[in-house]
């Protein structure tokens, strides 16, 4: 199992340009998030699938899109990228049992650089 | 909107002695509580969870305290450890399907 994915881990973009940050999970969890991580702010929710063809926004949707067309991967898109997007991006997975949902597993991580 | 607050921000200890970071949560209906430890540079793992219907889980040197009244959860890490050094996040599954994070403690043990 390689777990959940990220790619790529690093990038630099210029303002106003575009650009998908990919993810990817081989566990079969059907919820998978986006979380943003800046200094001092903890991680904060950007969106979220409870399963292929379902996505809902979270604390911090504005300026990025999501979409989720097979349990396995859940893309987050940047439409026009703005030096207030630089930061570190999260993908997570989890699966629900019968006490409800489990814990998050976390991807490695994207580094984001917006001049 | 749903919130976790969680303090302090940064812990100093001496190895050896305990610490204790802080959490509250705003929704009522929260259920899981989550806490991860993130090494620098590195992804946040779970050292540790704890349901509603439960009011404390100890895993070695590590405990996790819940009062759903109160709506506070606690992290207690015994005989601390240079290793123990990291960030550590509470969270809480809010009744909907969103994970709610505190904003960090940053702890420092001493050798």
């Known amino acids: 199992n390689a777990g959940v994915t990220q790619t790529p881990k690093f990038q630099v973009l210029k303002t106003g340009q575009s650009m998908t940050l990919q993810c990817a999970q081989d566990?079969?969890?059907?919820?998978m998030s986006w979380y943003r991580q800046d200094p001092g702010m903890g991680l904060r929710l950007i969106h979220y699938?409870?399963?292929?063809?379902?996505?809902d926004q979270g604390e911090v949707p504005n300026g990025y899109n999501v979409s989720r067309s097979t349990t396995e991967d859940f893309p987050l898109r940047l439409l026009s990228a703005a030096p207030s997007q630089t930061s570190v991006y999260f993908c997570a997975s989890s699966y629900t049992s019968g006490q409800g949902r489990e814990t998050q597993y976390f991807g490695p991580g994207t580094r984001l650089l917006v001049l | 909107g749903e919130n976790v607050e969680q303090h302090p921000s940064t812990l100093s200890v001496q190895e050896g002695d305990s610490a204790v970071i802080k959490c509250t949560y705003s929704d009522s209906a929260s259920n899981y509580f989550p806490w991860y430890k993130q090494e620098l540079g590195k992804r946040p793992q779970l050292i540790i969870d704890?349901?509603?219907?439960?009011g404390e889980k100890k895993d070695q040197r590590i405990a996790v305290t819940l009062n759903k009244t109160a709506k506070h959860f606690s992290l207690h890490i015994t005989e601390t450890q240079p290793e123990d050094s990291a960030v550590y996040f509470c969270a809480a599954h809010t009744g909907g399907f969103k994970t709610i994070f505190g904003a960090g403690t940053r702890l420092f043990v001493k050798a």
């Open positions: 566990m079969n969890h059907e919820y």
């Open positions: 704890i349901r509603s219907n439960v």
């Open positions: 699938s409870v399963g292929a063809g379902i996505t």
